[in-house]
């Protein structure tokens, strides 16, 4: 089976330079999450999406970040425009919320994006 | 701060033995824990988890155990092996919400062969 797919997987750009993130979370999933992972702060949540309506997005950093889910099978993150301090790995995350489920969430390789 | 720690950031164990990650958390509420691995270059791969109304749920060479009096959360790993080799991950759900899971910083786990 296939598990959360990222893309893509490394992404070097300058200052300013707007920035996608791609995401396939994994089939009959409806919950969706973006994660930032760096080392001073470890892994944080970003947004999460229920059945593509986001729920909570109260960890997007600010205004330059913004994310998208226009069906069950794809979401993006947007960073315009984008700044050395936004280097670090983005991971998605998908799950099927129910009441065995809705904690288990299974992550994909993540991207690596750097800043310059 | 944070609200899952660990007790050792660092372990390092003889492949064969039994490794034994810990886990701290404060959240007296939290009603469900769960474990996962990192891979340098990798995502988090889900383990193991457990809810608190259990003290004990074993996988495949796996077993975690929660303490609720002294909120503490360990992983044990049976018979070690190179492949183990990872940083650990313990996470709680700390909001209202199902889908609010606090991480810790990690632990990482080195098998000496």
């Known amino acids: 089976d296939a598990g959360v797919i990222q893309s893509p997987r490394h992404e070097v750009t300058e200052m300013g330079q707007e920035v996608t993130l791609r995401c396939k979370p994994i089939?009959?999933?409806?919950?969706l999450f973006w994660y930032r992972q760096t080392m001073m702060r470890g892994l944080e949540l970003l947004i999460y999406?229920?059945?593509?309506?986001?729920?909570?997005d109260s960890g997007m950093p600010e205004d330059r970040f913004s994310a998208k889910m226009p069906n069950a099978s794809f979401s993006t993150l947007k960073i315009q425009p984008s700044e050395p301090r936004d280097s670090a790995v983005y991971f998605c995350?998908?799950?099927?919320?129910?009441?065995?489920?809705?904690?288990?969430?299974?992550f994909g390789p993540g991207t690596r994006l750097t800043v310059l | 701060g944070e609200s899952v720690g660990l007790h050792l950031p660092t372990l390092s164990v003889q492949e064969g033995d039994n490794s034994i990650i810990n886990c701290a958390y404060s959240?007296?509420?939290?009603?469900?824990f769960i474990w996962y691995k990192q891979e340098s270059g990798k995502g988090p791969q889900f383990i193991i988890d457990?809810?608190?109304?259990?003290d004990k749920r074993q996988g495949q060479r796996v077993t975690v155990l929660l303490n609720k009096t002294v909120k503490h959360l360990s992983l044990q790993i049976a018979a070690t092996q190179p492949g183990d080799s990872a940083v650990y991950f313990c996470?709680?759900?700390?909001?209202?919400?199902?889908?609010?899971?606090?991480f810790g910083k990690g632990t990482k786990l080195s098998v000496i062969p």
């Open positions: 995350a998908s799950s099927l919320a129910d009441t065995g489920g809705a904690m288990r969430r299974y």
């Open positions: 089939s009959g999933h409806n919950s």
């Open positions: 999406f229920n059945n593509n309506v986001p729920i909570d």
């Open positions: 959240n007296s509420a939290s009603d469900y």
């Open positions: 457990i809810r608190s109304n259990m």
């Open positions: 996470a709680e759900n700390s909001g209202a919400g199902s889908y609010q899971l606090t």
